[in-house]
């Protein structure tokens, strides 16, 4: 059964940094394209950023310039490092491997996630 356990979330101040991480079983990180989305409070998942094989990227037009995504094939590991946090990115953030750099997630299953919450 595929896994995914993301972690790093926390508590920031608006223009602040957090890094994000995302474990899956087995090599899943090392052969799809991935991704990382995110959900508010009552609002749908979105994908947030998305990385290949290849080092392609694909970003919200909310997170451009802000987020960076990454990926490690040899520890099986992806990151997202977020600057100069706002409020809106207050959300839980889940990763997924990805059919494509615009989604849709691969796999049904989702992990726990990683809360973020950024005050203004």
């Known amino acids: 059964q595929v896994q995914f356990v993301e972690s790093g979330g926390g508590l920031k101040q608006s223009g602040g940094s957090l890094r994000l991480s995302c474990a899956a079983s087995g090599s899943i990180i090392s052969i799809y394209v991935m991704g990382w989305y995110r959900q508010a409070p009552g609002k749908q998942r979105e994908l947030v950023a998305a990385?290949?094989?290849?080092?392609?990227?694909n970003y919200a037009d909310s997170v451009k310039g802000r987020f960076t995504i990454s990926r490690d094939n040899v520890k099986n590991t992806m990151s997202l490092q977020m600057n100069s946090l706002k409020p809106e990115d207050t959300a839980v953030y889940y990763c997924?491997?990805?059919?494509?750099?615009?989604?849709?997630?691969?796999?049904?299953?989702w992990g726990q996630g990683t809360q973020v919450t950024v005050s203004s």
């Open positions: 997924n491997a990805l059919k494509s750099l615009w989604g849709p997630p691969r796999y049904d299953y």
């Open positions: 990385i290949a094989n290849s080092g392609n990227t």
